[in-house]
T-cell receptor
Framework: EPEVTQTPSHQVTQMGQEVILRCVPISNHLYFYWYRQILGQKVEFLVS????????KSEIFDDQFSVERPDGSNFTLKIRSTKLEDSAMYFCASSEALASGTIYEQYFGPGTRLTVT | AQSVTQLGSHVSVSEGALVLLRCNYSSSVPPYLFWYVQYPNQGLQLLLKYTSAATLVKGINGFEAEFKKSETSFHLTKPSAHMSDAAEYFCAVMPKTGTASKLTFGTGTRLQVTL
């Protein structure tokens, strides 16, 4: 069964460093998402991406964050200058499409645990 | 803005007992509703979804949920708990209107199943 994969599973970085979290969505999917879950808190939406541009972003997704689909398979989340409060589990998700009146399941990856020290 | 509330951050049931995990939503228009499960060290897996067809939705692993508009609820149930059901369960909403396809999650309920 196709699945979303994420690398690395755990990333430790120092405050102020740049990190890139990588995701490989399911191959025929067209919509891509990043969510995060701070320890003990709810899963929060960060950004959605379609047709090589951001569809929607949350207030969390400020100028320190960026997303990119550098090739036909990868989808990345970059944090330019990490802060302690960026420590969280980051989930990538993908879905087939967003046709009007049709809801497609978002498939989630296993997550990358980011620890900022 | 849409939101979802899950009552009970921890629920403990005996093996074979009924599982009931509560979810209430807040939205001016009834949204799409989902239940996801997260096993330790894994991602989120869709259990079931409500997309305005039948109000009683059956999902994987014997779970089902009933959409009740009058109560703005979408509680998750399973008649008989199994040890393998121990996990974190998240209720989520997605708006029907507009272009947004993001999921808004509840805070989660950790289900413990005891012998």
């Amino acid at each position: 069964e196709p699945e979303v994969t994420q690398t690395p599973s755990h990333q430790v970085t120092q405050m102020g460093q740049e990190v890139i979290l990588r995701c490989v969505p399911i191959s025929n999917h067209l919509y891509f998402y990043w969510y995060r879950q701070i320890l003990g808190q709810k899963v929060e939406f960060l950004v959605s991406f379609y047709n090589n541009e951001i569809s929607e972003k949350s207030e969390i997704f400020d100028d320190q964050f960026s997303v990119e689909r550098p090739d036909g398979s990868n989808f990345t989340l970059k944090i330019r200058s990490t802060k302690l409060e960026d420590s969280a589990m980051y989930f990538c998700a993908s879905s087939e499409a967003l046709a009007s009146g049709t809801i497609y399941e978002q498939y989630f990856g296993p997550g990358t645990r980011l620890t900022v020290t | 803005a849409q939101s979802v509330t899950q009552l009970g951050s921890h629920v403990s049931v005996s093996e074979g007992a009924l599982v009931l995990l509560r979810c209430n939503y807040s939205s001016s228009v009834p949204p799409y509703l989902f239940w996801y499960v997260q096993y330790p060290n894994q991602g989120l897996q869709l259990l079931l979804k409500y997309t305005s067809a039948a109000t009683l939705v059956k999902g994987i692993n014997g779970f089902e949920a009933e959409f009740k508009k009058s109560e703005t609820s979408f509680h998750l149930t399973k008649p008989s708990a199994h040890m393998s059901d121990a996990a974190e369960y998240f209720c989520a909403v997605m708006p029907k209107t507009g272009t947004a396809s993001k999921l808004t999650f509840g805070t989660g309920t950790r289900l413990q199943v005891t012998l």
